[in-house]
């Protein structure tokens, strides 16, 4: 949530799992964010509908293994005149699908139902963001925010006796498949 606020997109967690967009309600010309605690609107906050992000667990025969899913751009946005992906009717009903962007992303989001949640969808950073969605982030500065945000996050966890991540570190595949010095 921290990562996404790096880029002026505000988020919220929801009852469903994962990260999903804040939403927000234009009430009087005035913007509310629906679940801010300074919020005077007086109807109760609704489910976002758009998820940014995923953080998933697994356990398999005894070993823990984490995943986190930021969605950060449509990669595939081609610069005009390239040949946009075709969209059925249905899918640009989706709430993932994006006209501005006409990428693999929102053609793909608006093909699945996100998490098996009828009526959400998935968007991302690009697209929420304060830029347009065909402005460029750098994925290198989303990971290196995501990657700090994760240890801080796990160093406020942290416990009497337990162990903290002292530093985070860029790890090329190079580094990893290099036979080590003789």
């Not at 249905?90 to 006409?102: H, I, L, M, P, R």
């Amino acid at each position: 949530m921290r990562t996404c606020a790096a880029w002026g997109v505000q988020t919220t967690r929801t009852d469903d799992p994962g990260v999903w967009i804040k939403k927000s309600l234009i009430q009087n010309g005035l913007e509310h964010h629906v679940g801010n605690d300074q919020t005077q609107v007086n109807e109760a906050p609704s489910q976002s509908d758009r998820k940014i992000c995923a953080i998933g667990v697994q356990v398999s025969r005894g070993i823990t293994s984490h995943g986190i899913g930021l969605n950060v751009f449509d990669a595939a946005f081609p610069p005009p005149p390239a040949k946009v992906y075709d969209f059925t009717p249905a899918q640009k009903e989706s709430v993932s699908y994006a006209a501005d962007t006409g990428g693999y992303l929102s053609w793909g989001f608006s093909r699945i139902v996100a998490c098996g949640l009828e009526g959400k969808g998935v968007t991302w950073l690009a697209r929420e963001g304060e830029r347009g969605p065909k402005d460029e982030i750098p994925l290198e500065s989303v990971a290196e925010v995501l990657a700090q945000e994760v240890s801080r996050g796990l160093n406020v966890m942290k416990r009497d006796g337990k162990e903290s991540v002292d530093g985070v570190y860029r790890v090329q595949e190079a580094d990893i498949l290099s036979p080590p010095d003789a």
